[in-house]
Antibody, heavy 113, light 109 residues
């Protein structure tokens, strides 16, 4: 069965960078887009962007352009989402999702000094 | 402000049906048959209930159905059960990007 296992919770200071990993199994990693979605405490879902694991091509939400980088390592079926210049309002649970059909367990990121 | 508009709340009694709307524009909901609906229980990851407007993944009860008319998509839950109480989100492809609705809290009375 499809599984997406994300890296663990992180606490970051404002201005730092964050890198979350998402290890996929149970399907051919390069066949499906991987999306990244976040959810701030008590708020709704927010699409951040997606990566084509086959080509490495990306599409980012305008809000995150210049701050987010999505990459992948096909040799280990893992996608990564890096967010720079963190602010307190980046505090959220970050999810990876295979074509938005299967979701990771989420990674809680807290940005605080 | 979310790109897609959903009512903040909906409710129904066990056994009843409830419909949740999701209104967008011709650039998203109206332009593509790529509307999805997600159920999210507190503290859990979202779970897809409907994709491509009206397709149900295996394991999702047929009490859940989706439809679309123009720029508005709808999720109908028939035969409401207590475990259906959750937050529901719609999303749509919008040309190299995705947009979400603000979410609807469904209460089973």
């Amino acid at each position: 069965q499809v599984q997406l296992v994300q890296s663990g919770a992180e606490v970051k200071e404002p201005g730092a960078s964050l890198k979350v990993s998402c290890k996929a199994s149970g399907y051919t990693f390069t066949d499906y887009y991987m999306h990244w979605v976040r959810q701030a405490p008590g708020q709704g879902l927010e699409w951040m962007g997606r990566i084509n694991p086959n080509s490495g091509g990306t599409n980012y939400a305008q809000k995150f352009q210049g701050r987010v980088t999505m990459t992948r390592d096909t040799s280990i079926s893992t996608a990564y989402m890096e967010l720079s210049r963190l602010r307190s309002d980046d505090t959220a649970v970050y999810y990876c999702a295979r074509e938005k059909l299967d979701w990771g367990q989420g990674t809680l990121v807290t940005v605080s000094s | 402000q979310s790109a897609l508009t959903q009512p903040p709340s909906a409710s129904g009694s066990p056994g009843q049906s409830v419909t949740i709307s999701c209104t967008g524009t011709s650039s998203d909901v109206g332009g593509y048959n790529y509307v999805s609906w997600y159920q999210q229980h507190p503290g859990k990851a979202p779970k897809v209930m409907i994709y491509e407007v009206n397709k149900r993944p295996s394991g999702v009860p047929d009490r859940f159905s989706g439809s679309k008319s123009g720029n508005t998509a709808s999720l109908t839950v028939s035969g409401l059960q207590a475990e259906d109480e959750a937050d529901y989100y719609c999303s749509s492809y919008a040309g190299s990007k995705e947009v979400f609705g603000g979410g609807t809290k469904l209460t089973v009375l």
